[in-house]
């Protein structure tokens, strides 16, 4: 489980996150959404331990972020916004090289590469050096290299971007086996339609602060629309209305 509250950060003069507050639980998939600059990375990047916040606190499984990170940096597989892969390296090798990190053995390494590799459909990919990847196989990199030393808890920033209709599916149904075996997956993303077919619970963020969390039945009810993306676009309308009062 992953719990933040009242996470505050400013860069300058502007803040950025200004008192973001939620839970994503065990066995569930929580989108966090937002328009462009409403503090939805800044947030993962914090929560991940890549910042550091100006004032509030993480918890991942019950272990304060800013107390022992590298604790909590174990208990999370993380898909940032920058993939960040070796291009020297092919992409099995890459997703080996992170499992060693994480401390698997040569042996576990490969294992558990290979079954992420079948997972993702990644074969004809798998030994060709990510120099030149697209990007929807740098993101299909990025997200076994996240997975692979079997993580409680699942951040990923926008993984469906670049994807093609196939890997989509498959990155579905990675999510959907990750919920059903009781993880915590948390994703931000822009696709509405993964927010619809995939989310448990929803976070919208506006002006570095939660302006909504609940059910996508919950969100469509407070907005009065019949459907995720317009319950959204209704309530960020809204929050930009009392932003300007």
Same mark, same amino acid.
Not at 104 to 133: K, N, P, V
């Given at each position: ?11 300058g003069s502007v803040k950025a996150v200004a008192g973001v507050s939620f839970t994503a639980h065990d066995g569930q998939i929580t ?26 606190? +993480?918890?991942? #499984? ?5 107390? &022992?990170? $590298?604790?909590? =940096?174990?208990?999370?597989? !993380? %898909? ?73 808890? +699942?951040?990923? #920033? ?5 994807? &093609?209709? $196939?890997?989509? =599916?498959?990155?579905?149904? !990675? %999510? ?70």
């Amino acid at each position: 489980m992953i719990e933040v509250r009242d996470l505050v950060k400013s860069f300058g003069s502007v803040k950025a996150v200004a008192g973001v507050s939620f839970t994503a639980h065990d066995g569930q998939i929580t989108g966090l959404l937002g328009p462009n600059g409403a503090g939805k990375t800044t947030t993962l990047r914090m929560l991940y331990t890549l910042m550091q916040p100006d004032s509030g606190q +993480i918890r991942v #499984d019950g272990v304060d972020a800013a107390a &022992d990170p $590298m604790a909590v =940096r174990r208990r999370l597989g !993380v %898909l940032p916004d920058a993939r960040g892969l070796y291009k020297r390296l092919t992409a099995r090798e890459n997703i080996r090289y992170f499992a060693q990190l994480q401390g698997l053995d040569a042996q576990q390494a490969r294992a558990r590469s290979d079954e992420l590799i079948a997972a993702l459909d990644m074969a004809a990919l798998a030994d060709r050096r990510t120099e030149g990847f697209s990007q929807g196989e740098r993101v299909k990199t990025a997200i076994a290299r996240a997975l692979v030393h079997d993580p409680r808890n +699942i951040v990923l #920033d926008e993984p469906a971007n670049g994807l &093609d209709v $196939m890997s989509t =599916r498959g990155l579905r149904e !990675v %999510l959907r086996g990750l919920r059903a075996e009781g993880r915590c997956v948390l994703m931000s993303t822009h696709i509405m339609q993964e927010v619809a077919v995939l989310c448990d619970r929803i976070v919208i963020i506006a002006h570095g602060r939660v302006v909504a969390d609940g059910t996508p039945d919950e969100l469509r009810e407070q907005s009065g629309q019949a459907n995720v993306e317009e319950a959204f676009m209704k309530i960020i309308g809204a929050s930009a209305l009392q932003g300007l009062a």
